[in-house]
């Protein structure tokens, strides 16, 4: 990945791919697609490769298209029958059921409103029914998934969710050596923070909200003003 | 073919090109094109929610608004909407995602010539910096016969005033298909023939334009560190 990046545009075939593919199973990734035997992309970008078998193009989409498995952050638009519609940014609204909750049962409803902000994952992706969204895992434990109450939300870019999600990614542990705080990132490019007074709360969510136009190197600059703007 | 001695542009090809990535902060994407002296805004939202009237179970509805330079749209406006709507319909790779919608917007900044062609390439920008899935990219090219019966490929507004026939075409990056044709005046189906052939081989630059600015915007965006630190200017970029 290292080498020289390939860029690859709409309708191209990928080679590099097909080559792949002769001798193992491989997992296309977005922007690529399968027509009979051929690779062929659908996005234009970077073609970025992870050993052993993954592919995709790197692009800095804005719209959330929901997948499997995705952490996202909605907003509670509405309650039809034993369903909560949840704004996720995506081009459907998702659904979420009201027995989702842990401890949830049919006498004992979770107390939702619309504006609520609800941190779930995603059940069910397909494009052709609405994306379905869970609070609790398979054992029924809500972990860190629910009702966000208080703090402070706001949309970033979807690179930066991503970013701030990255296993050892140096943003959140910088942070966390300047002040204690709550925060929630969604792959769909949101994000709620919460700290112990409103203006920490702000300062932190400027600073997360600068590393948006940052360089990995000015994570570590940027972080420490925090401290210094907060101390002030 | 003899597009040597047509014209004063026919040596050099198209004006200059350029484009900057994101100017519009809300949309899925943005770009400023411009051709020359000819400048278009283009942004893309999508997918996101249609209408119950518009809804299609087999793949996205496509949307095109097209803006001039000062008021309403008016029938000239409608009629260039609805080529780019043709256009976009076919390149689109909708069955990616049913059930939604894509828009596209076009607002004239400009109108020096060529602006059909103009407002097709910045379209098909927005459509790749947007992400939005497409079979394959596309290019257009226009071409005008001028007084002395010359062949000049994509003309200034003052080439233009006296000009015996007009040609818009538009070609597909995999296969060089056509996509689109539009025609005005007087002219032989042989210059015609010329006439595409000319326009099938500038429109390859168009692409390898596409191609160098889009990896200028993503190599950009990974080494972002270099000392640029202007607030603004961190995600657009020019070339």
């Known amino acids: 990945m290292a080498t020289k990046v390939t860029i690859v545009m709409p309708g191209e075939r990928v080679t590099a791919v097909e080559d792949v593919a002769k001798g193992k199973r491989v997992i296309l990734g977005p922007g690529l697609r399968r027509v009979d035997d051929k690779v062929v992309a659908s996005k234009a970008g970077p073609l970025r490769h992870k050993e052993p078998n993954t592919f995709w ?14 952490l996202v952050i909605g907003i509670i638009r509405a309650r039809a029958g034993d369903l909560y519609r949840v704004d996720i940014g995506a081009a459907d609204t998702a659904s979420i059921s009201y027995l989702a909750f842990e401890a949830a049962t049919k006498k004992n409803r979770p ?21 379905e969204l869970v609070c ?20 970033c870019s979807l690179n930066l969710g991503r970013l701030l999600l990255r296993e050892n990614c140096p943003a959140l542990t910088a942070l966390t050596d300047e002040l204690p705080f709550e925060i929630a ?48 | ?55 299609s179970i087999e793949g ?17 406006e409608r009629i260039r909407e609805a080529a780019i709507k043709d256009v976009l319909e076919l390149a689109v790779l909708s069955e990616a995602y049913p059930r939604a919608k894509m828009s596209l917007q076009l607002q004239e900044l400009e109108d020096r010539g060529s602006i059909d062609a103009c407002a097709l390439n910045a379209a098909c920008l927005a459509m790749l910096i947007g992400g939005l899935p497409l079979k394959y ?27 015996r026939a007009s040609f818009t075409f538009a070609f597909d990056s995999v296969d060089g298909n056509l996509l689109l044709v539009q025609t005005k005046g007087a002219f032989k189906v042989a210059q015609f023939n010329d006439i595409e052939c000319i326009c099938r081989s500038v429109s390859a630059e168009i692409f390898s334009f596409y191609r160098t600015t889009i ?18 200017s961190g995600l657009p970029m020019e070339t």
């Open chain 1, 57 to 70: 193009v790197d692009s800095y989409q804005r719209r959330y298209v929901p997948a499997r498995g995705d």
């Open chain 1, 111 to 131: 107390d939702l409103n619309p504006g609520d902000l609800l941190y779930a994952r995603v059940l069910n992706a397909n494009a052709d029914i609405e994306p």
């Open chain 1, 136 to 155: 609790v895992n398979s054992n029924g434990k809500r972990g860190k998934l629910g009702m966000l109450q208080d703090g402070f939300f706001f949309k």
């Open chain 1, 185 to 232: 990132v969604g792959v769909n490019g949101r994000i709620w923070v919460k700290a112990h007074s409103m203006r920490e709360t702000v300062g932190l969510s400027n600073a997360i909200m600068a590393l948006e136009q940052a360089g990995y190197t000015e994570i570590d600059q940027i972080c420490s003003n925090l401290g210094d703007v907060l101390q002030a």
């Open chain 2, 1 to 55: 073919m003899n597009n040597s001695e047509n014209g004063k542009h026919s040596k050099e090809g198209l004006r200059e090109m350029r484009c900057k990535f994101n100017p519009l902060s809300r949309s899925d994407g943005s770009v400023m094109f411009s051709q020359g002296a000819t400048v278009v805004i283009a942004a893309v939202l999508g997918p996101i929610e249609v209408k119950t009237q518009n809804l």
């Open chain 2, 60 to 76: 996205s509805y496509m949307e095109c608004n097209y803006r001039p330079k000062a008021g309403l749209p008016q029938v000239k």
């Open chain 2, 137 to 163: 990219s596309f290019a257009a090219v226009h071409c005008i016969i001028n007084e002395e019966g010359e062949f000049v490929v994509d003309p200034e507004l003052s080439e233009t005033k006296h000009q």
């Open chain 2, 215 to 232: 990896a200028k915007y993503h190599s950009r965006s990974a080494e972002q560190s270099a000392a640029t630190k202007e607030q603004s």
